[in-house]
């Protein structure tokens, strides 16, 4: 099983709707989590932190399932400019702490 | 956004020569991180540091070298570049090993 697995894409859904992720991890262990959000050609950006009690910042919302070992990221009335690839990212807490990036999903909103 | 600044942004050069890429930070953060980016595998570490002269290797650290003689700079050299390393290359800085990173805006790297 891959360290931190995402659904590659392109998911292209229409300005307005609603539309989930999911990524999976490996490592029971993992103790924090992050959603990044990538533009084409330019470099990663933190989009929200990811609790183990759920969180919400405005449109987007992001969840934990430590027993299924998966985090998901939702975004609510989808608007063109969420047109991204979304990076999943886990901290595996293994002898050292290591950040392990995902492939990234990319988003299509579609006009 | 964070204090980070990578030089040069974009570099072409040829297959054999020497690069080195810089990335200076403001924000006084202990860990900094060398990533390149290439189609189809994502964000993959070349080299990090924990501090002024402690680095360690990545998962595609052959070819590369850092060093960090200050806790403000991080340098990625590439002795002798090769096509292969034709790529995006990424800053990042973070406070500690389990906080999020924030990355620099990039060098574009075109070895001929």
């Known amino acids: 099983r891959k360290e931190v697995e995402q659904d590659p894409g392109p998911f292209n859904v229409p300005e307005g709707a609603t539309v989930a992720f999911n990524c999976t991890y490996s490592n029971s262990a993992s103790q924090s989590f992050f959603w990044y959000r990538q533009d084409c050609r330019k470099e990663p950006k933190l989009l929200m932190s990811?609790?183990?009690s759920g969180n919400e910042d405005g449109r987007f919302t992001a969840q934990l399932n430590r027993a299924s070992q998966y985090i998901s990221l939702l975004i609510r009335d989808s608007k063109l400019s969420d047109s991204a690839t979304y990076l999943c990212?886990?901290?595996?807490?293994?002898?050292?702490?290591?950040?392990?990036f995902g492939k990234g999903t990319r988003l299509h909103i579609l006009p | 956004d964070a204090g980070i600044t990578q030089s040069p942004r974009h570099k072409v050069t040829e297959t054999g020569t020497p690069v080195t890429l810089r990335c200076h930070q403001t924000?006084?953060?202990?860990?900094m991180y060398w990533y390149r980016q290439d189609p189809g595998h994502g964000l993959r570490l070349i080299h990090y540091?924990?501090?002024?002269?402690?680095?360690d290797k990545g998962e595609v650290s052959d070819g590369y070298s850092v060093s960090r003689s200050k806790t403000e700079d991080f340098l990625l050299t590439l002795e002798s570049a090769t096509s292969s390393q034709t790529s995006v290359y990424f800053c990042a800085i973070s406070g500690a090993a389990n906080q999020p990173q924030h990355f620099g805006d990039g060098t574009r790297l075109s070895i001929l």
């Open positions: 540091s924990y501090g002024v002269k402690d680095t």
């Open positions: 990212v886990v901290n595996m807490r293994r002898r050292d702490d290591k950040i392990i």
């Open positions: 924000e006084n953060h202990r860990y």
């Open positions: 990811v609790y183990s």
